[in-house]
């Protein structure tokens, strides 16, 4: 059974950055898996924001392109986000997600919302 664990999160000003990690055990890097980071909003659904695969394809939606990089060390079993240009509409609390298998990640399709193993989440507050 996977296991994932964020850390990273806290509050920093409109402008700054931080770079959230995701530990994750017990989980199988030999199939075609996908690793994300989601976001939520008190009151609204999770939402996909940047999604990795196992070839390295990344993609993200359009309102943090340019400014988050998701990345995914395999010798470390370790999923980055790293935050550059933060805005006080990025405050949310912040989930990484594994899936064991995935199709190739296509750039520009829509980001896969469907995931089997979550973490915990960790909370990003950006004051202005």
């Known amino acids: 059974q996977a296991q994932l664990m964020e850390s990273g999160g806290g509050s920093v000003q409109s402008g700054g950055s931080l770079r959230l990690s995701c530990s994750v055990s017990g989980f199988s890097q030999r199939n075609n898996y996908c690793m994300a980071w989601f976001r939520q909003y008190p009151g609204k659904k999770r939402e996909a924001i940047a999604q990795?695969?196992?070839?390295?394809?990344?993609d993200y939606i359009d309102s943090v392109k340019g400014r988050f990089i998701i990345s995914h060390d395999n010798d470390e079993n370790t999923l980055y986000l790293q935050m550059n240009s933060l805005k006080p509409e990025d405050t949310a609390m912040y989930y990484c997600?594994?899936?064991?298998?995935?199709?190739?990640?296509?750039?520009?399709?829509?980001?896969?919302?469907?995931?089997?193993?979550w973490g915990q989440g960790t909370q990003v507050t950006v004051t202005s």
């Open positions: 997600a594994a899936e064991a298998w995935c199709h190739v990640l296509r750039i520009g399709a829509p980001l896969r919302e469907d995931y089997t193993y």
């Open positions: 990795i695969d196992a070839t390295g394809i990344a």
